[in-house]
């Protein structure tokens, strides 16, 4: 997990309730990633950003928002919008350049379990 | 949408055995890669093949890509509990909009007894 810190470890929101789900990464890296988990599947990808101030939706963004206002940190916002927000949201990043854009490597933070009060 | 599909789902075995996982993808792709996870945990990268490569080891691990029939697989060679696990695999593109994007596979759940 080393170089990307997610918190909290867990959290609960309350119905009607937005929550925020911090990521920092110290790796310089230029792209960061918001994926979501469910009990036995895969990864949906949430957001992406692959510069600040800009970010682009994933698969599954409705009731989600983000900002990236430093390189560092690509904070979540789970709002009250999303039904059925109980989930464990991982956070990554990768470089992204000329060189290495061949191989999107992507590092990932300890995750943050959501759930439900 | 999740263009990879792994299977088995779940792998149980015994140690010193060797583990099997298979991923099959939809679309053409620059790179494939797998990621391991241990449960409540993040992922972490473990190997990468690109699409010209047919085949790749790394320690413990042999990874092979057939672009023809898009599909993977990935062995790990004489299994450790430590190696207890989820595995998926992911694709890599760079075209477009997909830039820097992983797709992510379902998994598969790895049990390796001691």
């Known amino acids: 997990d080393g170089g990307i810190t997610q918190s909290p470890k867990y959290l609960f929101r309350k119905e009607g309730q937005n929550v925020t789900l911090s990521c920092e990464q110290n790796?310089?890296?230029?792209?960061m990633y918001w994926y979501r988990q469910d009990p036995g599947q895969g990864l949906r990808l949430i957001y992406y950003?692959?510069?600040?101030?800009?970010?682009q939706k994933g698969d599954i963004a409705e009731g989600y928002s983000v900002s990236r206002e430093k390189k560092e940190s690509f904070p979540l916002t789970v709002t009250s919008a999303q039904k059925n927000p109980t989930a464990f949201y991982l956070c990554?990043?990768?470089?992204?350049?000329?060189?290495?854009?061949?191989?999107?490597?992507?590092?990932f933070g300890a995750g943050t379990r959501l759930s439900v009060l | 949408s999740q263009q990879g599909e792994e299977d088995p789902q779940a792998l149980s075995i015994q140690e010193g055995e060797n583990a099997t996982m298979n991923c099959s993808y939809k679309t053409s792709i620059n790179n494939l890669q797998w990621y391991r996870q241990n449960s409540g945990r993040g992922l972490v990268h473990l190997i990468l093949?690109?699409?010209?490569?047919r085949e790749k080891h790394s320690g413990r691990l042999r990874v092979t890509l057939d672009t023809s029939k898009k599909s993977s697989s990935l062995l790990i060679t004489a299994s450790r509990a430590a190696d207890t696990a989820s595995y998926f695999c992911?694709?890599?593109?760079?075209?477009?909009?997909?830039?820097?994007?992983?797709?992510f596979g379902q998994g598969t759940i790895l049990t390796v007894h001691p």
């Open positions: 990554a990043s990768s470089i992204v350049g000329a060189v290495t854009k061949a191989k999107n490597i992507q590092y």
């Open positions: 950003s692959q510069i600040v101030n800009d970010f």
């Open positions: 093949i690109r699409s010209n490569e």
């Open positions: 790796l310089n890296h230029d792209a």
């Open positions: 992911a694709t890599g593109n760079t075209g477009g909009t997909s830039y820097g994007k992983l797709t």
